[in-house]
Antibody
Framework: QVQLVQSGPEVKKPGSSVKVSCKTS????????ISWVRQAPGQGLEWMGG????????YYAQKFQGAVTITTDESTNTASMELSSLRPDDTAVYYC?????????????WGSGTVVTVSS | QSALTQPASVSGSPGQSITITCTGT?????????VSWYQHLPGEAPKVMIY???NRPSGVSNRFSGSKSGNTASLTISGLQAEDEADYYC??????????FGGGTKVTVL
C-alpha cells in the first residue's frame, strides 16, 4: 500500500528556513504531481504549490512565489518543500499530497502532516 | 487569488439533507470540471469525497453527491449521520495552473 511519509515536527526561529520532506513508500513519484497544502491554527486548507516530476515543472500560489521551493529526488522517491523567511504566522501543519497526472485532478493520497512552529 | 467562497457553517438533523456551496469565478470553478471536495477531521489528513465535480471515489458513501452550475459547485450530503460532522473543503484547478481551496465549511449534526 502506497503511503506518503512526512518528516517530523520542526521548531524554527523567525527569519529562518524550514525544509519538510515527503517520501513515497511503496510507489514512485514520477507518475504523480505532488502538492503542498498547509493549515494554520484555526484556518482553512491552503494550497502552496506543486511539482510534476515527469516534466520537472513547478507551480506556486502567488502568495508563496519566491518564498517556497518544491523539489523532488527521484532516486529516493522523496519530495521536499522549503519555506524561507519564516514568520510566526507560518506556524501550521504542512501536508504533502499527490494527484494523478498533473494538478487538474484531485488529491487522492495525503501525508499525515508535519507541524512547523515558528517562534522566537 | 482569494479562496473560493463557502458558508462558514451548515447544520442539519440526522436523516436530513444538507448542501454546501462553493463559489468561484470563470477562471476556476466555472472554467474547469476539476472541482473536488474534501472531508477533514481534527488530527487527520483530508479525505477526498467527490472529484471532477460529480465523481465519488470507491469507498465513499453514496450519500455524498456533487454538482456544478456556472461558477458555483455544490456538495450534498443526504441522510445526514453523526459521523458526517467534520470540516468540508472544495478545491478547484485554476487558469493560472494553480489550485484554490475554499475557506471551509463546518458541518454540525444537531
Amino acid at each position: 500500500q502506497v503511503q506518503l511519509v512526512q518528516s517530523g515536527p520542526e521548531v524554527k526561529k523567525p527569519g529562518s528556513s524550514v525544509k519538510v520532506s515527503c517520501k513515497t513508500s511503496g510507489g514512485t513519484l514520477n507518475t504523480y504531481a505532488i502538492s503542498w497544502v498547509r493549515q494554520a491554527p484555526g484556518q482553512g486548507l491552503e494550497w502552496m504549490g506543486g511539482i510534476i516530476p515527469l516534466f520537472g515543472a513547478t507551480y506556486y500560489a502567488q502568495k508563496f512565489q519566491g518564498a517556497v521551493t518544491i523539489t523532488t529526488d527521484e532516486s529516493t522517491n522523496t519530495a521536499s518543500m522549503e519555506l524561507s523567511s519564516l514568520r510566526p504566522d507560518d506556524t501550521a501543519v504542512y501536508y504533502c499530497t499527490r494527484s494523478y497526472s498533473g494538478l487538474k485532478t484531485h488529491f487522492d493520497l495525503w501525508g499525515s502532516g508535519t507541524v512547523v512552529t515558528v517562534s522566537s | 487569488q482569494s479562496a473560493l467562497t463557502q458558508p462558514a457553517s451548515v447544520s442539519g438533523s440526522p436523516g436530513q439533507s444538507i448542501t454546501i456551496t462553493c463559489t468561484g469565478t470563470s477562471r476556476d470553478v466555472g472554467g474547469y470540471d476539476s472541482v473536488s471536495w474534501y472531508q477533514h477531521l481534527p488530527g487527520e489528513a483530508p479525505k477526498v469525497m467527490i472529484y471532477e465535480v460529480t465523481n465519488r471515489p470507491s469507498g465513499v458513501s453514496n450519500r455524498f453527491s456533487g454538482s456544478k452550475s456556472g461558477n458555483t459547485a455544490s456538495l450534498t450530503i443526504s441522510g445526514l449521520q453523526a459521523e458526517d460532522e467534520a470540516d468540508y473543503y472544495c478545491a478547484s484547478y485554476t487558469r493560472f495552473s494553480t489550485v484554490l481551496f475554499g475557506g471551509g465549511t463546518k458541518v454540525t449534526v444537531l
